[in-house]
Structure formats: C-alpha cells, structure tokens
C-alpha cells in the first residue's frame, strides 16, 4: 500500500520528485528531438550528464515508458521510441480541446479580481521577455494560464490539462522572443476579452495559441530533421 504523502519519508519524497524532474528533462529532448528515435537512453551516460544517481534515471525512464515515450528492449535498455508528425497534432488537439472546454466556462465565472491578477502576470511576463529570460518568461506563461485555468473552478478538468501540456516544450517557446511577445499581446486580448465577457473571441484567442505552438514546434522539428530516417541501434554519444 502506498503511505499518504505527509507521512513518507521526507528522502522518499525528494526522490520522487528529482524523478520527476528526470522525466521533464527527457521528456522535453524527445519532444524537440535532442534526444533522436530510435536511439537508447543509457543510464550511466545520462545520470552522468544530468549529474544525478542511477536511481532516478531509472523510475524516470519507467514513468516514460508508461507513456509510450520509450520502450525497453531486452538486454539493450530503453529505446526511444519514434514521434510522427500525427503525434504531436494529437497531443495539441488533446491540449487544445481541453483548454478551450476551460476557457469557455473561465469567462462566464472569472472575478474582476482575478482578471486583475492576468494583468500583473501578463506584466511580469512581458517585463521578462523585455529581459529576455527564458526561465522568467516560462514561469509567466504557466502563472498566466494556472490562474486563467483555474478560474473556471473545474480544478479536475484544469488537472488534466496540466498533465497534457507536459509535452510542450516550454524553453523551446520561451526562447523565441517574436512568440514571448506575440504570447503577451494575446494575452492582453484575452483580458479584454474577459472583462467584456466575450466566449467566443476568449475560446478563439485559445486555440489559436495552440494553433500557433503546434505551427511552431513542427516548424521546429522539420529544421531538425526529426522525421529523417533513422539507424537502429544507434546509442547516444556512440
């Protein structure tokens, strides 16, 4: 039986959490293809170059592995497995979908308060991509849209968007300052769009951030030929 989380060990805990950092870390290479198909993660290799433990390379690889990230092969480790241009359009039309569901329903039941708040973290993050921080900037976005999301009080839906957009890379965007300032001054759209109580041009300003993400990371891919073929058994760093 798993124990309640407030009575674990607190070194169970960290652990768990540096795994899921792990799998973040991952993750993001295999999304925007530093990590290429078909090639094999090798454990000593990546805790070496993440500067972790074996023991979390492990529980994070497990983690992709429910996934469908990788796949473990016996006697080789755990290969990567291919993304298809269809993948990624599904895994934004899962995003989107939901976020457009959450987006109709914030408009209808966001405080004036809260569209307030949208206001100074649409600020902070313009003030990073002024800066042109990266962290800032992806730390802006997830404050914006948490706040936005959650607003809708549909905490289980908002939940589950959450765990979709986990395979947008986010330093990817927030590396770009042409999409770090087109994200801000959608954002302002959408606060006015909120305070007029306009669904329609909320939900349309919603999918066509997605659009633009997916527009972006495919765009991305293409460059760096993710969808060349690719030899077997190639191991990372061989």
């Known amino acids: 039986m798993i124990a309640p989380a407030g009575t674990r060990p607190a070194g169970a805990v960290r652990r768990e959490q540096l795994s899921d950092e792990v799998a973040a870390r991952l993750r993001t290479e295999i999304m925007t293809g530093a990590l290429r198909p078909d090639t094999f993660i090798r454990l000593d290799e990546t805790a070496a170059r993440l500067g972790v433990s074996i023991t979390p390379i492990r529980?994070?690889?497990?983690?992709?592995r429910g996934e469908g990230m990788v796949e473990?092969?016996?006697?080789?480790?755990?290969?990567?497995?291919?993304?298809?241009?269809?993948?990624?359009?599904?895994?934004?039309?899962?995003?989107?979908?939901?976020?457009?569901?959450?987006?109709?329903?914030?408009?209808?039941?966001?405080?004036?308060?809260?569209?307030?708040?949208?206001e100074v973290l649409n600020a902070a993050m313009a003030a990073a991509?002024?800066?042109e921080d990266p962290d800032a900037i992806a730390a802006a976005e997830f404050a914006f849209h948490r706040t936005f999301n959650r607003a809708s009080g549909r905490i289980?839906?908002?939940w589950f968007?959450?765990?979709?957009?986990?395979?947008?890379?986010?330093?990817?965007?927030?590396?770009?300052?042409?999409w770090g300032a087109e994200a801000v001054e959608s954002h302002r759209r959408l606060i006015a769009a909120?305070?007029?109580?306009?669904?329609?041009?909320?939900?349309?300003?919603?999918?066509?951030?997605?659009?633009?993400?997916?527009?972006?990371l495919l765009g991305y891919l293409d460059q760096v030929g993710l969808w060349a073929s690719r030899p077997r058994g190639v191991r990372r760093g061989s």
């Not at 529980?59 to 992709?64: G, H, I, P, V």
């Not at 599904?90 to 708040?117: H, P, V």
């Open 129 to 131: 991509v002024e800066r």
């Open 72 to 118: 473990l092969e016996p006697h080789r480790g755990h290969r990567i497995v291919p993304l298809s241009r269809n993948d990624i359009q599904d895994i934004f039309w899962l995003q989107s979908t939901i976020a457009q569901e959450l987006a109709a329903t914030t408009t209808r039941r966001i405080t004036d308060e809260q569209i307030d708040e949208l």
């Open 194 to 216: 909120l305070r007029r109580r306009d669904t329609a041009t909320v939900v349309d300003l919603t999918e066509g951030q997605f659009a633009d993400g997916l527009t972006r």
């Open 161 to 178: 968007l959450l765990h979709a957009t986990r395979y947008l890379p986010p330093q990817l965007f927030a590396s770009d300052r042409t």
């Open 59 to 64: 529980e994070a690889l497990r983690t992709l």
């Open 156 to 158: 289980k839906l908002a």
